[in-house]
């Protein structure tokens, strides 16, 4: 009887802990918890990529400079409250564009302007400020 037990109990704490490192390799590849706690928590959507995946920051300048009326159309949303930058700071040579908002109509209203998930080829990122 106290053999089933320990038998019983090793293999809950085994069945355990390969759920646990099945969760761990499933979110570092598809990073759901990490999407979910941003879009649902922090009102943030992030592209994820790595800064080997990024574009050079002046194919960024460059697509920002030719996209300037897309890029005041997204300002004229709630302007002062809303902006367009180009991030550069975490990874060096290589860049995205970061948008920033006050409210989550305004993310819609951003999102409804881009409508896709790169702005003109280059990885954006939604912040809530």
Known sequence: MKNNLRKSIFLLVTGLLLVCAAGVIVESQYKALQRAYDNYVLDNRNHYL???????????????????????????????????????????????ILIWYGTHQQRIAIEKIIAGDTFFGVPYQLQNR
């Open 50 to 96: 790595s800064c080997e995946e990024l574009p050079a920051k002046r194919e960024v300048e460059s697509i920002v400079e030719q996209h300037q009326d897309v890029i005041q159309q997204i300002q004229q949303i709630a302007p002062g409250f809303v902006d367009v930058e180009i991030d550069s700071s975490t990874c060096d040579g290589k860049a995205d």
